[in-house]
């Protein structure tokens, strides 16, 4: 190792248990059964096959291949009758759009083939989303062609035609009004101006509906605070990138906190250490999240302190800048918030400090703390504001009683599935089933049970227009000609509100509206509609309406008033966390293979959500903390008053003792393919004690039972065997060395000639076996940052997507068989435990099991890294993987016969064995091997067939194409024109495609940055692919020796001596362990 | 097999085309009659009526010069370069439309003028040609009896065989029980005799007999390897497509470029079949042809929906009965057996049959030879032009397109993007030289390597 740290993947990895130390050893972990199969003599014996049958099959067999080889079939080309002008067959068409679903908001660019929508990016032209996306907006164009969706109106699960639906919709409201009871309209928070005026004429049209915004996960609390505080309901907007301290407690801002989304670029700029003023950022936190696997000092607190953590931040705020002091705060970590508060007032005005707790008095401090250090009107703005969640949590809340009582006859849903989401959702949907009138706008039959299902379109299918953050616009566009008899839900609202016809499916008379609006009523820029459609988003004076309240006075809250209703906290049991996973967030796209395949930054758990748990906790219930494919998970039962689930139990380094944390978004049982109904409902859980939707609950029980569950885990698969492939340093030192943390390795050889003076070794990129091979025209590569990567796993997405990566399931993701062709390494470190020393030979790092519970978390991407001399093509007795003259590593599938042998000699483990036909496979029902799924494949990539190994292929159509547009226009390929999948989707451009070969371009830049570094250079197989130190903003040393002598910091094997360089590396994270 | 079809088809095609050309021996309103309505008739009358092209009585008053009148027939757009200003101004008033070039003698376009000078009574629109396309039909089924008919005649002559040797069998051993009953020799087998007489030849002539084994397995292992190797390729391959359409009249006789119809192989990788509307851009004013009349042109209007009788599209095409389209097209046509095959068309797709198919693992650009790598059209898929139904020029093959990579050379010098590539060996003379006298194929740039195509 490059410092004393340990690097481990999880506690299979820290204890080397037994299961994982045979499998590492090996590239295929499960053995072929063979010797089972022919082992068996009693097997063999009563197989029924005999000579003769043999015979029969083998004469049947050849004559079907001859004649099925001789016979070649007959296909059709169908030309369109009349060609749209805009489609050529074979060359992509880019639409400018706008995501959004009630959880995320992005502006992207969808790319279409011959019409089909195959592949979203970010759009780079939007100042909000800055061209950002996350996996679930990557992953959310497979929901198009989800073969679930409801296909068209129904009525009690029978098809009802459109306008009978309306008909009889609209004399059940009239009904409802006479009677002069309510209907409520239940919407997910609006954003779109014109969908907001489509509600506003339906409200206006009948007088007896009610409209009340909700959000299945609430940021209420941060309105009402700044209602408060400053007299307007707002959520600020928030502006990473000019931050330099960030303190955040309890918040997620990288995943799953408010537009996380578009923070993340904002965020990395931010952290960039060649920036002049690198930001610092401290996480207080009880769940191990996104943003507190990134955070430079993280404090592990348990959830009912998080409210004391705000006082005690506010108290030394408030301190040192001449306010009043307020009662409470008095922490264990008192330490820890000492040290944040201090940078944050070194840095004031260039801070931010954000708070997850949904809770008017912590966000009312925060805000005022926020205040005191002057951070408005920098990296918060009163001005520009989120539109995005506007919920009415105590509306929501209320709406059950009213619906019971009959005061509530009418509901109508849009975009909202209270039945799955409120906590209540029992009581919810059994009052929903009494009603008179129940309409859900959802793509298919949900959790609620609506009377009248009428599915809105996809997105991907819509008009709509945006302004997430006031004043800035954006437009969605539909890509796709609808694929089912649906309806846009603003349509239908507008034919209710009698102002529109059911035109066609085409959805034109929502269109028409819109377009009315911009063009004739709201046009600040005096744009022409196309100039609209084809920037997709701009920014212009706020829409008069999408202030969410008019100002109002302060309220009367104070903050010592808020300071003692938070200091009441009750600490009584087991306290839950609810936190959102990257692939699932809410559970919106539940029924979407690839996001349920995708692993878990974190946890790298794919399929399943289940019970964080410190290690320590589960050694108390006597828990297994391993996970393999031998290892299932206990099940516990976890109950909070009447609500009670059994739910596996994960070993989460990071994890406060004394909670747990379970994901939303799992366990949706309706309208979902089988395999995606696995995992629990955790919304149950959800707090409602203070009126408002908090995701943290106390009390919690637990008790463990006799079930095991197998999890399906990707972190031990791949493993690179403690190898040194991680390399980070702090920030001091590396202003003080650009090498620190990386420094070149060194290597014995009798060639004189390489060892420079005054050296007794030559440094290791000089010493090579092979005679070099000149790349003239391109030399392709990538570099990563490991600091700007945030392990979001959008790349992971992106990839998946482009290269048309099958999804093969829970079951062969137990066999180590996952597909990704990118996989994000997540790497645990801990300080060495300098009482025990770490031992050539015996590799046990249970000595370092204390300070490994709070662990600092590192994040790698690994691909192929297109080795230039690469050991898999030595290898191949095929030659089915070969070497570019462009410094790919190609990989032929139609060469290939599966000898695996590549795989096995990698050393980066980035081979991935094809062992299904996964299209066509009713085994493998995800979306290859239905028509529908199909849709979404890129037609510019083979669909690999069994027995072949595949590979990244530094996404070579893309190449191809760049180079070919270049070569048409004579001209040669400009920096950044082409793009792998990977880079496009990083939203902090941490991945940075390039040619090594253009002298003034980014990658050569950066590859010529001290921070560069390739993966284990050692071996010498000389990758494309380049990565960059991870410099973390830290007081203290890494113990990287700071001299230009190399030789403390060889390899594994040296790692002993590196324990002479020891830095005094301790106390980085707290020790709290509370209880 | 193919082949002979092929020839047969060509002998017909020939016989059909060579016809005219008898009747070409001098100048009459007779033969210009007819010329006309095979050249000229697509595109104008013989009235002042405007058509695709102008109407054209009067014509020989409108031009002075008769030299220039018929180079201006021949070839217009050749004419055009010589900046003729009534040319030109003709062709502006036509919005640019060509005129295509005619193989005709100056005496031929001599008959058409003289028949235009004097069309006597105007013609009932030419059936004749009806009567070529069933021949050419006739021909095509006659062809396909004959692959028939020598099946059935091998069938019969291994059945008679069969029979006969069993019915020797049979009478042998009939023979062989009287014999044995009278106590007879039974007849000697002489089969077996011929057998051991082979078999102590070839123990006496050990090395000859090891000889002709080696050379009969090596023939046989060639034969087998080269029968393998053919398969899955499809050269020569021509289906039959759903509409007669000529590429030799198309491109050989009308000289249309092939990028009019293909027209995104410079931008895609597909060279598109064009759809049906580049077919109407011509086929609303061209609406017999010379072989098939209005037979095959009518399956366009029925896949469209054009209504050739009052020269404009049915409204609401898509929701019109099919029944009452059959029976318009069919009365359209006059002829029963036409409107059959115009049928299947109405309201639907044209499916045409691809022939070339490369597999799903292989990417090809057209783009990228066509428009970067300046291949010919013809490089790959033949004279298309001479081809009155197109079939596979070329094997498509893996090693066909090595062979072609190998032999190609690169035009970087004349392409910006190969500048680092040619400022390498501007500055490297060692190493260019070191290539000098090879050729700078597309090989040298890695075009053989396998992520070129395979990804």
Same mark, same amino acid.
């Given at each position: 190792m490059s410092n004393q740290k340990q690097y481990w993947k999880g506690y299979e990895e820290l204890e080397n248990e037994p299961g994982f130390v045979a499998a590492r050893e090996k590239e295929f972990v499960e053995d072929l059964p063979m010797e089972e199969f022919l082992g068996n003599e009693s097997n063999l014996g009563s197989s029924q096959t005999n000579r003769r049958d043999f015979l029969k099959f083998l004469g049947f067999g050849v004559t079907a291949a001859t004649l099925a080889a001789c016979e070649a079939p007959v296909n059709k080309a169908i030309p369109y009758l009349v060609k749209p002008e805009t489609i050529t067959p074979g060359v992509p068409n880019y639409y400018a759009s706008t995501y959004y679903d009630g959880r995320d908001y992005s502006s992207v660019v969808v790319k279409t083939r011959e019409g089909r929508p195959i592949k979203i990016k970010g759009n780079p032209a939007s100042a909000v989303s800055r061209g950002g996306t996350n996996a679930r907006i990557q992953g959310s164009v497979l929901g198009l062609y989800d073969g679930k969706r409801a296909k068209t109106a129904t009525k009690g699960g029978k098809s009802i035609g459109w306008s009978a639906a309306d008909k009889e919709i609209m004399d059940a409201l009239k009904g409802i009004g006479a009677a002069g009871k309510k209907a409520v309209l239940l919407t997910q928070s609006i954003v779109s101006p014109s969908t907001r005026a489509a509600v506003n004429a339906f409200l206006t049209a009948h007088p007896m509906v009610e409209h009340i915004s909700y959000d299945a996960v609430s940021y209420q609390g941060i309105r009402l605070a700044h209602q408060q505080a400053f007299g307007k309901a707002v959520i600020p907007h928030l502006d990473f990138g000019k931050a330099r301290s960030i303190i955040s407690i309890g918040a997620d801002f990288l995943n799953g906190w408010l537009n996380s989304c578009s923070y993340e670029s904002g965020y990395a700029e931010s952290r960039s250490p060649e920036n002049p003023h690198m930001s610092r950022h401290f996480q207080f936190?009880? $769940?191990m999240s996104l943003a507190g696997s990134n955070a430079d000092y993280r404090s592990m607190i348990k959830a009912s302190e998080q409210g004391a953590a705000v006082v005690a931040l506010y108290n030394a705020v408030?301190? +040192?800048?001449?306010?009043?002091?307020? +009662?409470?705060?008095?922490?264990?970590?008192?330490?820890?918030?000492?040290?944040? +508060?201090? /940078? +944050?007032?070194?840095?004031? #005005?260039?801070?931010?400090?954000?708070?997850?707790?949904?809770? &008017?008095?912590?966000?009312?401090l925060v805000a005022r703390i926020n205040q005191m250090l002057g951070n408005y009107g920098t990296t918060l703005s009163l001005n520009t504001t989120l539109n995005m969640f506007a919920g009415d949590d105590a509306a929501v809340l209320k709406l059950t009683d009213r619906m019971t009582a009959g005061e509530v006859q009418g509901l109508i849903l849009y975009g909202v599935n209270p039945g799955y989401s409120l906590p209540n959702a029992q009581a919810f949907n059994q009052a929903m089933a009494g009603l008179k009138l129940s309409v859900s706008f959802a793509d298919r039959a949900e959790e609620s049970p609506a009377q009248y299902l009428l599915p809105d379109h996809h997105y991907l299918e819509s008009w709509n227009d945006f302004e997430a953050v006031s004043g800035h616009f954006s437009i969605q566009q539909p890509t796709i000609h609808p694929l089912f008899d649906t309806r846009q839900a603003q349509e239908t609202l507008l034919v209710w509100a009698g102002q529109a016809q059911r035109s066609d499916k085409n959805n034109t008379a929502y269109r028409e509206f819109m377009k009315a609006r911009w063009v004739n009523v709201f046009n600040p820029l005096g744009k022409s509609w196309d100039s609209f459609l084809y920037e997709g988003c701009w920014q212009a004076a706020p829409s008069v309406d999408a202030v969410a309240t008019t100002p109002s006075p302060e309220g009367g809250m104070t903050a010592s008033a808020a300071a003692s209703a938070l200091s009441s906290k009750p600490t009584q049991g087991v306290e839950v966390v609810l936190y959102e996973k990257v692939g699932m967030g809410w559970g919106n796209h539940a029924n979407n293979p690839i996001l349920q395949e995708l692993p878990d930054p974190i946890s790298r758990v794919t399929w399943d959500n289940y019970i964080t748990m410190a290690p320590f906790d589960m050694d108390e219930l006597g828990l297994n903390k391993m996970m393999g494919q031998e290892q299932k998970a206990n099940v516990v039962s976890l109950s909070i008053g009447n609500q009670k689930m059994n739910l596996p139990v994960l070993a989460q380094p990071g994890q406060a003792p004394g909670t747990v944390g379970v994901a939303l978004g799992y366990g949706r049982?309706?309208?979902?393919?089988e395999q995606s109904t696995l995992g629990v409902n955790a919304f149950p859980f959800m707090n409602t004690q203070n009126g408002t939707l908090s995701p943290i609950n106390y009390g919690a029980k637990i008790e463990k039972t006799d079930l095991s569950y197998a999890l399906a885990g990707t972190q031990t698969h791949h493993t690179m065997m403690g190898r040194d492939i991680i390399k980070e340093t702090s920030l001091t030192e590396f202003k003080a060395n650009a090498k620190s943390g990386n420094a070149p390795k060194?290597? /014995?050889?009798? &060639?004189?000639?390489? *060892?420079?003076?005054?050296?007794?070794?030559?440094? !290791?990129?000089?010493?090579? %076996?092979?005679?070099?091979?000149?790349?003239?025209?391109h030399r392709w590569g990538m570099s990563i940052d490991l600091n700007s990567c945030t392990g979001c796993g959008a790349c992971v997405v992106s990839c998946h $997507?482009?290269?048309?990566?099958?999804?093969?399931?829970?079951?062969? *993701?137990?066999r180590s068989r996952d597909m /990704?062709?990118?996989?994000?390494?997540? %790497?645990?470190?801990?300080?060495?435990?300098?009482?025990?020393? %770490?031992?050539?030979g015996n590799k046990n790092h249970r000595a370092k099991e204390i300070p490994s519970a709070n662990p600092r978390v590192a994040f790698q991407p690994v691909m192929c890294q297109h080795c230039n001399h690469a050991p898999c093509e030595t290898v191949c007795p095929v030659l089915a993987t070969t070497h570019s003259t462009e410094g790919l590593n190609q990989m032929t599938y139609n060469r290939c016969v599966g000898t695996r042998y590549c795989a096995n000699n990698c050393p980066y483990k980035v081979r991935r064995f094809n062992w299904f036909s996964y299209h066509d496979n009713q085994k493998f029902d995800y979306f290859m091997n239905d028509d529908l799924g199909k849709m979404v494949l890129n037609p510019d990539v083979t669909v690999r067939a069994r027995g072949v190994m595949e590979k990244c292929s530094l996404c070579v159509q893309r190449i191809q194409a760049g180079k070919l547009s270049a070569k048409s226009e004579g001209r040669m390929v400009a920096d950044g024109e082409i793009q792998t999948a990977c880079a496009e989707a990083c939203p902090t451009n941490a991945i940075v495609f390039g040619d090594f070969n253009d002298e003034k371009g980014k990658l050569t830049a950066l590859a010529e940055h001290g921070r560069s570094y390739y993966l284990l250079e050692e071996v010498g197989v000389k990758p494309n692919i380049v990565y960059q130190t991870k410099v973390r903003n830290v007081e203290e040393a890494y113990g990287h020796t700071v001299s230009a002598h190399h030789g403390a910091e060889h390899s594994d094997d040296h790692a002993s001596d590196a324990h002479a360089h020891e830095g005094p590396e301790k106390a980085t994270h707290s020790e709290h362990q509370s209880h | 097999m193919r082949n002979v079809l092929r020839h047969a088809r060509l002998v017909l095609v020939g016989l059909i085309l060579a016809l005219p050309s008898y009747m070409r021996a001098e100048v009459s309103a007779e033969q210009g009659k007819q010329l006309f309505k095979a050249n000229c008739a697509r595109c104008h009358y013989v009235t002042d009526k405007r058509f695709v092209g102008p109407g054209l009585a009067g014509v020989q008053d409108r031009w002075s010069d008769e030299g220039n009148l018929l180079a201006w027939i021949r070839n217009s757009s050749d004419y055009l370069k010589t900046g003729d200003s009534y040319a030109t101004k003709l062709f502006e008033e036509y919005n640019g439309s060509v005129m295509p070039a005619f193989q005709l003698s100056d005496d031929e376009i001599k008959s058409i003028l003289a028949y235009i000078a004097d069309p006597g009574e105007e013609a009932a629109p030419a059936t004749a040609s009806t009567d070529g396309a069933a021949a050419a039909e006739g021909g095509q089924t006659g062809g396909g009896d004959n692959t028939l008919l020598t099946y059935i005649l091998i069938g019969v002559a291994v059945v008679l065989l069969i029979l006969a040797r069993s019915l020797n069998s049979v009478s042998k051993a009939l023979e062989n029980v009287r014999r044995e009953k009278a106590g007879e020799e039974p007849i000697q087998e002489e089969s077996i005799n011929v057998v051991g007489k082979t078999v102590a030849w070839m123990a006496k002539n050990k090395r000859i007999t090891a000889v002709i084994a080696i050379v009969l397995v090596g023939a046989l292992s060639y034969k087998g390897f080269v029968a393998l190797n053919t398969i899955g390729v499809y050269e020569g391959y021509q289906p039959k497509q759903p509409i007669a359409f000529s590429h030799k009249l198309h491109v050989g006789q009308n000289k249309i470029e092939c990028q009019y119809c293909h027209s995104t192989v410079e931008k895609s990788r597909h060279a598109n079949i064009p759809s049906a509307n580049v077919c109407m851009n011509c086929h609303k004013a061209v609406q017999e042809g010379p072989q098939y009349g209005k037979n095959e042109i009518t399956k366009i209007y029925a896949a469209v929906g054009w209504n050739p009788e009052k020269n404009e599209y049915f409204k609401d095409y898509a929701k019109m009965d099919k029944e009452e389209l059959a029976s318009f097209y069919g009365s359209y046509l006059g002829d029963e057996k036409a409107a059959a095959a115009v049928e299947p068309? !109405?309201?639907?797709? !044209?499916?045409?049959?691809?022939?070339?198919?490369?597999?799903? /693992?292989?990417?090809?650009?057209?783009?990228?030879?066509?428009?970067? #790598?300046?291949?010919?059209?013809?490089?790959?898929h033949g004279e298309v032009g001479e081809m009155e139904e197109v079939y596979q020029h070329s094997p498509l093959t893996m090693g066909w397109c090595i062979n072609c990579h190998r032999e190609t050379e690169v035009q970087y010098a004349t392409n910006g993007y190969y500048e680092r590539l040619h400022q390498y060996y501007k500055e490297h003379k060692g190493e260019y030289e070191m290539r000098e006298g090879q050729a700078f194929t597309v090989e040298k740039i890695g075009g053989l390597e396998c992520s070129k195509c395979h990804y």
């Open positions: 936190e009880t $769940v408030a301190g +040192a800048t001449g306010n009043a002091k307020v +009662a409470g705060g008095e922490v264990s970590f008192a330490k820890d918030i000492a040290r944040a +508060a201090k /940078h +944050a007032l070194a840095n004031k #005005g260039n801070g931010l400090v954000v708070c997850g707790l949904n809770d &008017v008095h912590a966000q009312y049982l309706f309208g979902r393919a060194m290597q /014995h050889t009798n &060639v004189a000639e390489l *060892i420079p003076a005054g050296e007794h070794e030559a440094p !290791i990129s000089k010493v090579d %076996y092979w005679r070099e091979f000149k790349m003239i025209n $997507v482009e290269n048309n990566v099958p999804v093969v399931g829970k079951d062969e *993701i137990r /990704h062709w990118l996989r994000i390494d997540r %790497y645990y470190t801990s300080d060495a435990d300098p009482s025990t020393r %770490y031992e050539r | 068309f !109405i309201q639907s797709n !044209i499916e045409w049959v691809q022939i070339h198919k490369l597999p799903d /693992h292989a990417y090809f650009n057209h783009a990228q030879h066509v428009k970067v #790598g300046k291949v010919e059209c013809t490089t790959c």
